[in-house]
């Protein structure tokens, strides 16, 4: 019998495939939101675009893309031509495009979960029984709410590079630029309130640390702020007026209510005030630096800033650039310098650099002396990459790194650059070209910022549908292998984030524990614990230290060692990284060839074939007052030492002085009150620890300065101040002994015709080798250091400058070496 079925024409189904890919992205997700109640969740899937709208439809919620399989969740404006982002939650770690979801817990906590349900966003309010909602306020803040109303968490709390007007900062609140334009990832520039309570933009990047606004050659008062104040606060109001508890005062240039603003930190490190038009653009309507070569870093290392008229990045004569497409890289020289050996000051000579300058990083400051004798200062120093010299007052500035340079006919000023001899070297006029462009679409004040490409296509969903559909059971497979295979290859963005914590990163303990052959060698031990040395995987040589009595939880630990980890000086050890694992606490820093001081000076340690010598002990207290220094007054976070001794202070081969467990204190709580056995084996080591110890003051970093001088006196003397301080106090009384041998030095001092007594101070293995006039010197900083009123000690930035001043009385290198161009 024949069969009556009879398929449809196929017109009809054409027909109705095109209406079912027509109707599919109706389906494709829910409509946005209002708020989300309490044991609701949504995935990556369903909100892929917006789920959570403000009741004005200024502001929208969800899941937005940052790479090809990567989201984060983010607010951003729902008026602008494409989306302009006002805060994310996981900026730094962005959750798979399959299977992620966002959901808001019965204990009213706001989760975001990544596919293999790892939380990688929480509101970390805990238990929170009368959390109702989460609602997308007017105001662009993303808040949980009670039933009556009341924010039990808020975005405004942690912004990420843009403040929305009613936004505060605070205290505990920084702003942190993008690594790079349209980049999710954070990047190397801050807006903050430091320490002195300025709200301040600082350069944080993988070699350096530098404050660029406001203009660091001025004082707060010059700047017209103030540090007198303790509230910490600032914040943008509705009609685009800016005001800080520092007296940072500022508006936009269309003052008044009804526009939508915001305050970002863009990627290039500029702080911008954006209004929003009514055909959706964003307008600059002020800029925190109207020149943007006057931003530290925008060029990286050896890089220089110039105006062509354009702000673009190039690099000097006998450079080039370390990465085409990445000029926080910076520049390399094409030929290695060969530092080292007699014959390299003949090696070298200096090109100048016409109206080009480097801020910072000076190496040695000089201060009156000849043009011949600051090029021989920077000649005979294998660290000194080039110098500046100021015509009419004679001021002499090697630099020992070449940061934050920038060229322009404003800048008054020379930089000679040491190059090789023998190097073909291009001409100067001609190395001014730039090489690349570091910010070509600039947006500068008043015209139209960088406008953002929309970031969905309708036809691609299409033709994902209809491949859906002929290879489902393939697509899936292929799909689950994907996410969790082991080894898998990271994504373009994951590849970033790791490209940027590379050099500080978090180990396991059995990583360390391989590294260090299950803990073998140790190197010593002290009261924070025992240090090992160990090989990492990639043939680096570290110290590694397990400590012990850490009190914090591995989250608490993990936010006090991050700090740790950006603080990076020549005179400082290098932090590597950290193990918290469990019980275990360990860092990771690098391993420093000579040993400690207290080895070297006291052991005659087998480093040294003789006692170390006067030239040497000189540059260590040189060194340590630099390291002190930035600690105290240049770090990102002020840290004090509270643990300055000898055998704290490591030398390399060149017996550079590294100050080593700096930032214990934090990490080991010694701020905190204890018993009189604490303070003695935690708050320092007896004989180095200053008098506020026992006082109960406030600790500051006049406590570093104190034992840096009982430091400076051992290392003049060759031993320990309480092996020979009694002979000069004749006093048994070992509390007494040092505020008696202050008195009995400061007598000797005021003899100003007789110095014999230094010559009888000073270490007598050394068979008078040595410079009588630093010596004084050395004795006169010591003793102003270990006053007992803290009050009339110097400063470690006085100490560098008294050091620095002084004539090293270094040899003098004929006239003909130098030779500029």
């Given at each position: 019998m024949a069969n009556k079925y009879q398929a449809p024409p196929t017109s009809v189904v054409c027909t109705n495939l095109l209406l079912l890919l027509v109707l599919l992205p109706l389906f494709?997700?829910?409509?946005?939101?209002?708020?989300?109640?309490?044991?609701?969740?949504?995935?990556?899937?369903?909100?892929?675009?917006?789920?959570?709208?403000?009741?004005?439809?200024?502001?929208?919620?969800?899941?937005?893309?940052?790479?090809?399989?990567?989201?984060?969740?983010?607010?951003?404006?729902?008026?602008?031509?494409?989306?302009?982002?006002?805060?994310?939650?996981?900026?730094?770690?962005?959750?798979?495009?399959?299977?992620?979801?966002?959901?808001?817990?019965?204990?009213?906590?706001?989760?975001?979960?990544?596919?293999?349900?790892?939380?990688?966003?929480?509101?970390?309010?805990?238990?929170?029984?009368?959390?109702?909602?989460?609602?997308?306020?007017?105001?662009?803040?993303?808040?949980?709410?009670?039933?009556?109303?009341?924010?039990?968490?808020?975005?405004?709390?942690?912004?990420?590079?843009?403040?929305?007007?009613?936004?505060?900062?605070?205290?505990?609140?920084?702003?942190?630029?993008?690594?790079?334009?349209?980049?999710?990832?954070?990047?190397?520039?801050?807006?903050?309130?430091?320490?002195?309570?300025?709200?301040?933009?600082?350069?944080?990047?993988?070699?350096?640390?530098?404050?660029?606004?406001?203009?660091?050659?001025?004082?707060?008062?010059?700047?017209?702020?103030?540090?007198?104040?303790?509230?910490?606060?600032?914040?943008?109001?509705?009609?685009?007026?800016?005001?800080?508890?520092?007296?940072?005062?500022?508006?936009?240039?269309?003052?008044?209510?009804?526009?939508?603003?915001?305050?970002?930190?863009?990627?290039?490190?500029?702080?911008?005030?954006?209004?929003?038009?009514?055909?959706?653009?964003?307008?600059?309507?002020?800029?925190?630096?109207?020149?943007?070569?006057?931003?530290?870093?925008?060029?990286?290392?050896?890089?220089?800033?110039?105006?062509?008229?354009?702000?673009?990045?190039?690099?000097?004569?006998?450079?080039?650039?370390?990465?085409?497409?990445?000029?926080?890289?910076?520049?390399?020289?094409?030929?290695?310098?060969?530092?080292?050996?007699?014959?390299?000051?003949?090696?070298?000579?200096?090109?100048?650099?016409?109206?080009?300058?480097?801020?910072?990083?000076?190496?040695?400051?000089?201060p009156s002396v000849s043009f011949k004798r600051c090029g021989n200062l920077c000649r005979g120093d294998c660290s000194c990459e080039a110098f500046t010299y100021r015509t009419g007052t004679g001021n002499c500035y090697t630099k020992s790194a070449l940061f934050n340079g920038k060229s322009s006919s404003s800048t008054n000023s020379n930089v000679y650059l040491k190059v090789l001899r023998q190097a073909e070297v291009a001409n100067v006029s001609q190395a001014y070209k730039p090489v690349c462009n570091a910010t070509e679409n600039e947006p500068g004040v008043g015209s139209p910022a960088v406008r953002y490409r929309a970031r969905f296509n309708w036809s691609y969903l299409y033709w994902f549908v209809s491949a859906f559909f002929l290879v489902e059971v393939l697509f899936i497979s292929v799909g689950w292998w994907f996410m969790f295979r082991k080894g898998k290859k990271p994504t373009a963005v994951e590849e970033g984030y790791m490209m940027i914590s590379s050099q500080f990163k978090k180990f396991t303990y059995r990583e360390l524990e391989k590294a260090t052959e299950n803990f073998r060698h140790e190197l010593g031990r002290g009261g924070s614990g025992a240090v090992y040395k160990g090989v990492l995987d990639d043939e680096r040589v570290v110290a590694v230290k397990r400590l012990v009595d850490v009190t914090q939880g591995e989250e608490e630990f993990w936010a006090e060692v991050s700090v740790i980890g950006k603080i990076n000086h020549m005179n400082l050890v290098r932090m590597w990284g950290f193990c918290s694992q469990r019980s275990h606490r360990l860092l990771v820093s690098e391993y420093v060839e000579n040993g400690s001081l207290d080895k070297i000076l006291f052991d005659g340690n087998a480093a040294a074939s003789a006692p170390l010598g006067w030239k040497e002990r000189f540059k260590i207290a040189v060194g340590v007052a630099k390291g002190l220094f930035y600690l105290h007054h240049e770090c990102l976070e002020w840290v004090i030492h509270c643990d300055v001794k000898p055998e704290n202070i490591l030398l390399d081969r060149d017996f550079e002085p590294k100050i080593a467990d700096f930032g214990l204190a934090k990490l080991l709580k010694r701020g905190g009150g204890a018993g009189p056995e604490y303070l003695s084996r935690i708050r320092g080591t007896r004989g180095y620890i200053a008098p506020e110890w026992a006082l109960n003051l406030p600790i500051t970093g006049k406590v570093d300065v104190y034992s840096y001088g009982v430091v400076l006196l051992e290392m003049v003397r060759g031993s320990r101040v309480s092996n020979w301080a009694t002979d000069w106090v004749d006093t048994e009384e070992v509390e007494m002994v040092m505020g008696k041998l202050c008195l009995a030095l400061k007598e000797k001092l005021a003899e100003k015709e007789d110095e014999s007594w230094v010559r009888n101070l000073v270490d007598s293995r050394l068979n008078g080798q040595f410079d009588l006039e630093q010596a004084t010197l050395i004795v006169e900083i010591a003793v102003a250091c270990l006053e007992e009123e803290r009050s009339r000690r110097p400063t470690m930035d006085s100490v560098v400058r008294m050091l620095l001043s002084y004539d090293y009385k270094s040899k003098e290198l004929h006239e003909e070496n130098l030779v500029c161009v």
């Open positions: 494709a997700s829910p409509s946005p939101l209002s708020q989300l109640s309490r044991g609701s969740s949504l995935s990556v899937e369903d909100a892929a675009d917006t789920f959570l709208v403000s009741q004005d439809n200024s502001f929208s919620c969800g899941f937005y893309k940052v790479g090809s399989n990567a989201y984060a969740f983010s607010v951003w404006f729902s008026s602008s031509n494409g989306r302009t982002v006002a805060w994310t939650a996981n900026r730094d770690r962005p959750v798979n495009g399959r299977r992620s979801r966002i959901a808001f817990r019965k204990d009213g906590s706001v989760v975001l979960a990544d596919a293999d349900d790892a939380v990688v966003w929480s509101t970390d309010t805990g238990p929170s029984p009368s959390a109702d909602r989460l609602r997308l306020r007017d105001t662009g803040n993303l808040v949980v709410e009670d039933r009556d109303g009341e924010i039990l968490w808020q975005s405004f709390d942690t912004p990420t590079d843009t403040l929305l007007p009613t936004q505060p900062i605070t205290k505990n609140v920084r702003l942190v630029s993008s690594v790079s334009e349209g980049a999710a990832a954070s990047g190397y520039y801050s807006f903050y309130f430091d320490s002195d309570n300025v709200l301040r933009l600082i350069y944080d990047g993988p070699d350096i640390s530098s404050i660029y606004w406001p203009n660091p050659d001025y004082t707060v008062y010059q700047n017209g702020r103030t540090n007198y104040n303790s509230s910490r606060y600032g914040v943008l109001d509705d009609e685009g007026q800016f005001l800080a508890s520092d007296r940072l005062a500022f508006s936009a240039s269309d003052t008044g209510p009804g526009t939508r603003r915001r305050l970002t930190l863009d990627y290039d490190g500029n702080l911008r005030l954006y209004s929003l038009t009514h055909d959706g653009h964003w307008l600059v309507t002020w800029v925190a630096l109207p020149k943007l070569c006057d931003v530290h870093g925008l060029c990286g290392r050896n890089g220089i800033c110039v105006y062509t008229p354009r702000t673009r990045c190039s690099c000097p004569p006998g450079y080039e650039m370390a990465n085409a497409s990445d000029w926080n890289e910076g520049c390399r020289r094409k030929t290695d310098m060969g530092c080292g050996g007699d014959d390299h000051p003949r090696r070298v000579k200096f090109l100048r650099l016409p109206d080009t300058d480097f801020w910072g990083f000076d190496l040695n400051y000089t």
